[in-house]
């Protein structure tokens, strides 16, 4: 889709360190991280927001890759929160999941 950032990123018009890749999605660092590990998962194909998602296959890429950074950056034991901002609550409009850690034990949800 034109004027989308994250579409940008698929295409490789914006280069950016790959935390996660596979056939469905892509993981890379938020600019703006909000915890030591901040990283946005998406799909390659451009889903405006969660109420669009409708292939598990991406949901399933999704679950793989967020378990995947959560071990390699140790999160068990040390919190981690996953974040999708939908419904017009997101600031970008092609669907992110956000993986924020640590964030500590028995965290407040927001
Ligand atoms: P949301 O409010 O859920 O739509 O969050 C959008 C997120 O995308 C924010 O946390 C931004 O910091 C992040 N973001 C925006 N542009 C980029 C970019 N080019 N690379 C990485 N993260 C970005
Ligand atoms: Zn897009």
Redesign the pocket.
């Given at each position: 889709m034109t004027d989308c950032?994250f579409c940008e990123?698929v295409k490789g018009d914006?280069p950016?360190d790959f935390r996660f890749k596979d056939e469905n999605v892509l993981a890379?660092?938020?600019?703006?991280p909000v915890a030591k590990v901040h990283v946005?998962f998406i799909p390659k194909e451009h889903i405006a927001a969660f109420e669009n998602l409708f292939d598990d296959a991406i949901l399933s890429s999704i679950r793989k890759g967020i378990q995947k950074i959560v071990e390699q950056n140790d999160l068990v034991g040390k919190g981690y929160k996953i974040?999708v901002?939908g419904g017009g609550?997101?600031?970008?409009n092609h669907l992110?999941f956000?993986l924020i850690g640590p964030t500590g034990l028995h965290a407040p949800v927001v």
């Open positions: 950032i990123i914006i950016k890379f660092d938020d600019i703006h946005l974040i901002n609550g997101q600031v970008i992110h956000h």
